[in-house]
């Protein structure tokens, strides 16, 4: 089993809905999760981090955090073209000494 | 404020040869931690240093290796270059080793290719 699982894609959804992006983990200690966006060619770049059970939003976005599934989601609000990139989860392991990154799931935002 | 700076950008190799990539991190910034990025593995973590220290090191051969300097660049090495070391190598600079409050802020990577 991978330690964080994410479904590679594509996931097609049209502009304006809500995109939303699913992520697993295996390490029950993990204490910090993140989600990073990444276009083409580019380096990932942090778009959120959530550190407790529950809900954040940031503008459009909003991430879930459920512990005790081993769960994080990232929801994108009111989706734009640029918002079509491939998202990474990430989470530390117990010991807080690394990032783990899941490998991606590819979002594409069709007009 | 600076962002994450990697050198060279781009690189070419033959197999056999070896590589240094190097990582300044934003100022103030102590960890430096290392990936390597291809289509079929994702980003895998490669090792983290902290004030001069390796702290983690990632299932990667002895070929890789790195250093941290005094004033907290990084340096990474691969010898004996194989064609499957083709990747983008990617530096991440944080305040904290791991824990990631804020999580990393990534450089513009390295695109390592060996031909």
């Known amino acids: 089993q991978k330690e964080v699982e994410q479904n590679s894609g594509p996931l097609s959804v049209p502009e304006g809905a809500i995109a939303s992006l699913n992520c697993t983990y295996s390490?029950?200690?993990?204490?910090?999760f993140f989600w990073y966006r990444q276009y083409s060619g580019k380096s990932p770049e942090l778009i959120m981090s959530?550190?407790?059970?529950g809900d954040k939003e940031d503008g459009r976005f909003t991430a879930q955090l459920n512990k005790a599934s081993q769960y994080v989601s990232l929801l994108i609000r009111d989706s734009q073209p640029s918002d079509s990139a491939t998202y990474l989860c990430?989470?530390?392991?117990?010991?807080?000494?690394?990032?783990?990154f899941g490998s991606g799931t590819r979002l594409s935002i069709r007009p | 404020k600076a962002g994450v700076t990697q050198t060279p950008r781009y690189l070419i190799k033959t197999r056999g040869q070896q590589v240094t990539l190097s990582c300044s991190p934003i100022?103030?910034?102590?960890?430096v931690s290392w990936y390597q990025q291809t289509p079929g593995q994702g980003l895998q973590f490669l090792f983290e240093?902290?004030?001069?220290?390796?702290?983690n090191k990632g299932n990667f051969p002895g070929r890789f290796s790195g250093r941290q300097f005094s004033n907290s660049r990084s340096e990474m090495n691969v010898s004996t270059l194989e064609l499957g070391d083709s990747a983008l190598y990617l530096c991440?600079?944080?305040?904290?080793?791991?824990?990631?409050?804020?999580?990393?802020?990534f450089g513009s990577g390295t695109r390592l290719t060996v031909v």
């Open positions: 990430a989470v530390t392991d117990s010991s807080a000494s690394k990032i783990i």
């Open positions: 959530i550190y407790s059970n």
């Open positions: 390490d029950r200690g993990s204490q910090s």
């Open positions: 100022s103030g910034h102590r960890s």
């Open positions: 240093y902290f004030s001069e220290t390796q702290r």
């Open positions: 991440a600079s944080s305040l904290a080793p791991g824990q990631g409050n804020g999580g990393y802020t």
